[in-house]
């Protein structure tokens, strides 16, 4: 069973730092991409970022640009998400989501999500 | 920068059916956006419901469909059900990344 469990969320103020994880399992985590979806509480979804099988191709949405950094570590199926300079208006549940196929915006699995809150 | 379109919300009658759409604030969706569609309902995590315009996601069944009308991707639900009510959002491919719709709040009554 395909499984995405996130961690690392919490309660952190402005100029701050958090590091994200995704723990995947069932599946050969090394072969698929991974994204990082967010959702403001009461709004909608905002695609973050994403990386390759292999870390060849990252990409960042201009709102994270500079401040956010993705990485992977297919040895202990994880993916990570370092976020710096932190603003209120980065609060959101932080989803990891697979990238069943690459461009076809099949993102077939997703985890349950961990909430990050940024306030003084 | 580009902002992808939704209506906000959308009505249906059960067994009704509806077309959602997916704009560009300038320019045209076509199939090189790869749009898709994602189904929410409070508290869960999105499902997938349609990908590249048109390929059904596993499992979904067949009164979902996608499509481009016009200049805008599509899509429809026929048969609509009460447990159709829900959150729907689009999403297209801008060449380095994605970018959600603001999504539609589909109500079934």
């Known amino acids: 069973e395909v499984q995405l469990v996130e961690s690392g969320g ?10 994200l994880s ?6 050969t985590f090394s072969s698929y991409s991974m994204n990082w ?10 695609w973050v970022s994403s990386i390759s099988s292999s870390s060849s191709y990252i990409y960042y949405a201009d709102s ?3 401040r956010f950094t993705i990485s992977r570590d297919n040895a202990k199926n994880s993916l990570y998400l370092q976020m710096n300079s932190l603003r209120a208006e980065d609060t959101a549940v932080y989803y990891c989501a697979r990238d ?4 076809a915006g099949d993102f077939d699995y997703w985890g349950q999500g961990t909430l990050v809150t940024v306030s003084s | 920068q580009t902002v992808v379109t939704q209506e906000p919300s959308f009505s249906v009658s059960p067994g009704g059916t509806v077309t959602l759409t997916c704009g560009l604030s300038s320019g045209s969706v076509s199939t090189s956006y790869y749009p898709s569609w994602y189904q929410q309902t409070p508290g869960q995590a999105p499902r997938t419901l349609i990908y590249s315009t048109n390929t059904r996601s596993s499992g ?13 991707a599509a899509l429809t639900i026929t048969g609509a059900q009460a447990d159709d009510e829900s959150d729907y959002y689009c999403v297209l491919y801008m060449g380095s990344g994605w970018v959600f ?9």
Not at chain 1, 22 to 27: N, P, V, Y
Not at chain 2, 64 to 72: A, D, E, P, R, V
């Open chain 1, 37 to 46: 979806v967010r959702q403001a509480p009461g709004k909608g979804l905002e």
């Open chain 1, 64 to 66: 994270v640009k500079g």
């Open chain 2, 60 to 72: 979904v069944p067949d009164r979902f469909s996608g499509s481009i009308l016009g200049n805008k």
């Open chain 1, 10 to 19: 919490g309660l952190v103020k402005p100029g701050g730092s958090l590091r």
């Open chain 2, 101 to 109: 719709g603001g999504g539609t709040k589909l109500t079934v009554l």
């Open chain 1, 22 to 27: 995704c723990a995947a399992s069932g599946f």
């Open chain 1, 100 to 103: 069943n196929i690459v461009g």
